[in-house]
């Protein structure tokens, strides 16, 4: 059997971002989506998940790139004296690996992000995490002793089977990113199997990030693994205040909403008898 779970990351970033995730659930095919408590459009994203319950929201947990939720005081290793998190990867992961950031410090922030989701109303799924912060071990260690306190079981794994990754991607720039998340598969399945995680069986979506337009989603449909597979996507409106952002995804969100409110993919959806569910359905 096929079940197939497909997740809109960066809920919140921008109130276009924000009518674009909710044009894909109500039109289209997409099922969940997860809330980032750090973003400028927070509000607005809380109160379109309030106005549609059978989308799935989880916590999109933000430790690179923006404001933090804990005051610096409590999270100096970890946020700059104005109280911004670490602006790129690299430097996060750097530091994370050779011990500058306080692993209680990571912890102190994810809790603060998700009790910020949790008293706003929202009810989160799962947990992943933005620019998969938490594929690390060290950062995955504290997000599932935090799950684990706050009785969230369900986490992505955002490691991508490469086979799969080039019957959908083939050349893709994304597929190296794949190939280096990939190295960690057997690490975070430890830990996940130690506090208790449940995942999907499969992801897809990292190499072809910002590319998931109706061909290439019809593509990456017709070639579904059996079990339950989770597609993460990026759709949106691109407009100005999404340029404001920085995000170095624009008109691909647009692309990536096409490819979720596409006739042809919903049709495709329904021909092989795949069943559509968020992560509240995976048990």
């Given at each position: 059997m096929k079940q197939l779970i497909l997740n809109a990351d960066d809920f919140g970033l921008t109130r276009g971002v924000n009518r674009g995730i909710i044009r894909a659930h109500r039109e289209g095919i997409l099922t969940s989506t997860t809330l980032m408590a750090t973003a400028p459009?927070?509000?607005?994203?809380?109160?379109?998940?309030?106005?549609?319950?059978?989308?799935?929201?989880?916590?999109?947990?933000?430790?690179?790139?923006?404001?933090?939720?804990?005051?610096?005081?409590?999270?100096?290793?970890?946020?700059?004296?104005?109280?911004?998190l670490p602006a790129s990867l690299a430097v996060f992961a750097a530091n994370v690996s050779c011990g500058k950031i306080r692993t209680e410090e990571i912890s102190r922030e994810l809790r603060a992000q998700i009790g910020k989701?949790?008293?706003?109303?929202?009810?989160?799924?799962?947990?992943?995490?933005?620019?998969?912060?938490?594929?690390?071990?060290?950062?995955?260690?504290?997000?599932?002793?935090?799950?684990?306190?706050?009785?969230?079981?369900?986490?992505?794994?955002?490691?991508?089977?490469?086979?799969d990754s080039w019957r959908s991607a083939g050349l893709s720039k994304g597929i190296g990113a794949a190939a280096v998340v990939r190295t960690i598969a057997r690490r975070f399945s430890e830990i996940a199997r130690e506090f208790g995680l449940l995942s999907p069986d499969n992801f897809l979506g990292l190499a072809m990030t910002g590319q998931l337009g109706p061909e290439a989603l019809r593509r990456m449909i017709s070639a579904l693994p059996e079990g339950r597979t989770e597609i993460m996507l990026h759709p949106g409106i691109c407009d100005e205040d999404?340029?404001?952002?920085?995000?170095?995804?624009?008109?691909?969100?647009?692309?990536?909403?096409?490819?979720?409110?596409?006739?042809?993919?919903?049709?495709m959806i329904e021909k092989e008898g795949i069943q559509l569910i968020s992560y509240s359905g995976l048990n």
């Open positions: 459009a927070f509000e607005d994203a809380v109160a379109l998940a309030r106005a549609n319950p059978q989308l799935g929201v989880g916590c999109h947990l933000v430790l690179v790139g923006g404001p933090a939720v804990t005051p610096y005081a409590e999270i100096p290793s970890l946020a700059t004296p104005d109280g911004k989701i949790r008293s706003a109303g929202v009810d989160p799924t799962h947990f992943d995490t933005h620019k998969h912060t938490h594929a690390h071990p060290v950062v995955m260690e504290e997000l599932a002793r935090v799950a684990r306190e706050s009785g969230i079981r369900r986490v992505r794994k955002p490691v991508e089977d490469l086979a999404l340029a404001k952002t920085g995000s170095r995804l624009q008109e691909q969100r647009q692309l990536e909403l096409n490819g979720l409110v596409d006739p042809d993919v919903k049709h």
